[in-house]
């Protein structure tokens, strides 16, 4: 293993000073260590936009390098192969082996990508190397230098990083104060309306919503991150008696801001969109997002919907879900979060499978 610093400072010593990526747990060492230098890092909504940051960062002159999860890596692959190789622009990219090599130790939503990503990255003529959990600054060193012949050869190499090869830091976040736990904001919502379908993101808030407020009529999203509001578009146009919650992260949301333009078009009266924003990828280690200098609400009536508001305490959320469904949607409520505290729940699938899951909401929807 290497640290987050060695990791950086080599990448540095190579000329690699412009980095981005979306949060992983493997790297999340080093993008808390490179966001305490202003211009180093840019957190990114999604893996393509990363991607495509770096890109213009190379055009500019910049050595960039970007990383991220390999369960992402689908959301890479169009400006990898219509940008990054057409432009043959020298952009190195870590990708964290979720899911690898065994499945069977990590979690459902790694089993197909996990043993698929060397494959993948062979089928669109990618060369990969891989940094071991054993491996030290010698072993990275000789790895860089292999991905430093491609990016001469206008190649665009990928370094794949095995859990355990880069040390961890802490992320170094302004806390703040005012807001809900998670927790105690999903029981709040899902009391307030019984009879609706929950749709749970990714992540720590389908774990609290299951420790919570587990029901057969809530779909606990395992991966897939940013398509909450999504699935729930669907289930709503396709249940219009029903009432529809999707319970959202601000991390998970700014992946696919696009949705909210689709919601808003589709205009289903039945569906409110839940934020907990806590303005951190919180799952994998705290990483900042950039809901800080956004307004959902905002954002959300621009798009088209019919009503918006943002709240920080109990009195106000639960007066919003009285709003919520005494109106005709979609409906947003952006729910101010605090840092956790405190254990984390297990996720869903330790006592349900997938299609446990899938089949109880199924059924459910059908009473």
Same mark, same amino acid.
């Given at each position: 293993m290497?640290s987050a610093k060695?990791?950086?400072?080599l990448?540095a010593d190579?000329g690699?000073?412009f980095?981005?990526?979306?949060?992983?747990s493997?790297?999340?060492?080093?993008?808390?260590?490179l966001?305490?230098q202003p211009?180093?890092?840019?957190?990114a909504?999604?893996?393509?936009?990363a991607?495509a940051?770096?890109?213009?960062a190379a055009?500019?002159?910049q050595?960039?390098?970007?990383?991220l999860?390999n369960?992402?890596?689908?959301?890479l692959?169009n400006?990898?192969?219509?940008?990054?190789?057409t432009?043959q622009?020298?952009?190195?990219?870590?990708?964290s082996?979720r899911g690898?090599p065994?499945?069977?130790?990590?979690?459902?939503?790694?089993?197909?990508m996990g043993?698929a990503t060397?494959?993948?990255?062979?089928?669109?003529d990618t060369p990969?190397h891989t940094?071991?959990a054993q491996?030290?600054v010698?072993?990275?060193s000789a790895v860089?230098?292999?991905?430093?012949? &491609?990016? #001469?050869g206008?190649?665009a190499p990928?370094? @794949?990083?095995?859990? !355990?090869?880069i040390?961890? +830091?802490?992320a170094?976040?302004?806390?703040h104060t005012?807001g809900?736990p998670a927790?105690?904001a999903?029981?709040?919502v899902t009391a307030?309306?019984?009879q609706a379908?929950?749709?749970a993101?990714?992540g720590?808030t389908?774990r609290?919503?299951?420790?919570?407020a587990?029901a057969p009529?809530?779909?606990?999203?395992?991966?897939s991150?940013?398509?909450?509001s999504?699935?729930?578009?669907?289930?709503a146009?396709?249940h219009?008696?029903r009432p529809v919650?999707v319970?959202?992260g &601000?991390? #998970?949301?700014l992946?696919?801001?696009g949705? @909210?333009?689709?919601? !808003?078009s589709?205009?289903? +009266?039945n569906?409110i969109?839940?934020?907990?924003?806590?303005?951190?990828h919180e799952?994998t280690?705290g990483?900042?997002?950039?809901?800080?200098t956004?307004?959902f609400?905002d954002m959300?009536?621009?798009a088209g919907?019919?009503?918006a508001v943002v709240?920080?305490?109990?009195?106000?959320l639960r007066?919003?879900?009285?709003?919520?469904?005494?109106a005709a949607?979609?409906?947003?409520v952006?729910?101010?979060t605090l840092?956790?505290?405190?254990?984390?729940?297990?996720?869903a699938t330790?006592?349900?499978?997938?299609l446990d899951?899938?089949?109880?909401?199924?059924s459910d929807?059908?009473?």
């Amino acid at each position: 293993m290497i640290s987050a610093k060695e990791f950086c400072d080599l990448l540095a010593d190579r000329g690699f000073t412009f980095a981005s990526g979306v949060p992983c747990s493997h790297f999340g060492g080093p993008i808390a260590h490179l966001s305490t230098q202003p211009g180093r890092y840019v957190p990114a909504p999604n893996e393509g936009s990363a991607l495509a940051v770096a890109a213009g960062a190379a055009l500019g002159g910049q050595h960039a390098y970007v990383m991220l999860q390999n369960s992402g890596l689908g959301n890479l692959i169009n400006p990898l192969t219509s940008l990054v190789m057409t432009y043959q622009l020298p952009i190195l990219t870590f990708t964290s082996l979720r899911g690898w090599p065994d499945p069977a130790t990590d979690e459902p939503q790694h089993a197909v990508m996990g043993p698929a990503t060397p494959g993948l990255l062979d089928s669109v003529d990618t060369p990969h190397h891989t940094l071991y959990a054993q491996d030290g600054v010698e072993e990275f060193s000789a790895v860089l230098e292999k991905a430093e012949k &491609d990016l #001469a050869g206008q190649r665009a190499p990928f370094v @794949l990083v095995e859990r !355990g090869a880069i040390g961890k +830091a802490t992320a170094a976040n302004a806390p703040h104060t005012e807001g809900l736990p998670a927790s105690e904001a999903i029981r709040i919502v899902t009391a307030a309306a019984p009879q609706a379908a929950v749709i749970a993101t990714t992540g720590f808030t389908g774990r609290d919503a299951f420790a919570v407020a587990d029901a057969p009529g809530t779909f606990y999203m395992q991966g897939s991150m940013g398509h909450a509001s999504s699935i729930g578009l669907g289930v709503a146009l396709t249940h219009p008696e029903r009432p529809v919650v999707v319970l959202d992260g &601000d991390g #998970a949301l700014l992946m696919h801001l696009g949705t @909210l333009s689709m919601i !808003g078009s589709e205009a289903p +009266a039945n569906l409110i969109h839940v934020v907990l924003d806590n303005r951190v990828h919180e799952s994998t280690g705290g990483q900042a997002t950039t809901s800080a200098t956004t307004s959902f609400p905002d954002m959300a009536l621009a798009a088209g919907y019919a009503g918006a508001v943002v709240c920080d305490s109990e009195d106000a959320l639960r007066s919003a879900m009285l709003q919520a469904q005494a109106a005709a949607g979609p409906y947003l409520v952006c729910v101010k979060t605090l840092p956790r505290t405190g254990a984390v729940p297990p996720r869903a699938t330790n006592a349900l499978s997938t299609l446990d899951i899938r089949d109880r909401f199924q059924s459910d929807l059908q009473q």
